[in-house]
Nanobody
Framework: QVQLVESGGGLVQTGGSLRLSCAASGSIFSINRMGWYRQAPGKQRELVAWITSSDSTNYAESVKGRFTISRDNAKNTVYLEMNSLIPEDTAVYYC??????????????????WGQGTQVTVSS
């Protein structure tokens, strides 16, 4: 299996910045897409941004120009640089990744894994 572990959340004032990290580990052969989603209280989980192995990116309209997603393929890690934060960005942020695992017993298998989430709180 593949485990995703997020870090970097916290409390910040309006206009501040935070950098989230998510490291994937396990019997990873390749990772296709890695992304960040968020869920605010009483709301559905929504896409924030994703990035492919070839560095194609996609952002939610609400974060364009403020957030930047990047990845380090050698470390199986994805980052989310968040600037100009506003209270509406307050949510639990989840990392997601999909790709292939390989091991000698099972061969190649698809995976689609989620992290446990990290809280981001923006105070006004």
């Amino acid at each position: 299996q593949v485990q995703l572990v997020e870090s970097g959340g916290g409390l910040v004032q309006t206009g501040g910045s935070l950098r989230l990290s998510c490291a994937a580990s396990g019997s990873i052969f390749s990772i296709n897409r890695m992304g960040w989603y968020r869920q605010a209280p009483g709301k559905q989980r929504e896409l924030v941004a994703w990035i492919t192995s070839s560095d194609s990116t996609n952002y939610a309209e609400s974060v364009k120009g403020r957030f930047t997603i990047s990845r380090d393929n050698a470390k199986n890690t994805v980052y989310l640089e968040m600037n100009s934060l506003i209270p509406e960005d307050t949510a639990v942020y989840y990392c997601n990744g999909d790709g292939l695992t390989w091991d000698i017993a099972l061969g190649y298998r698809d995976f689609d894994s989620w992290g446990q989430g990290t809280q981001v709180t923006v105070s006004s």
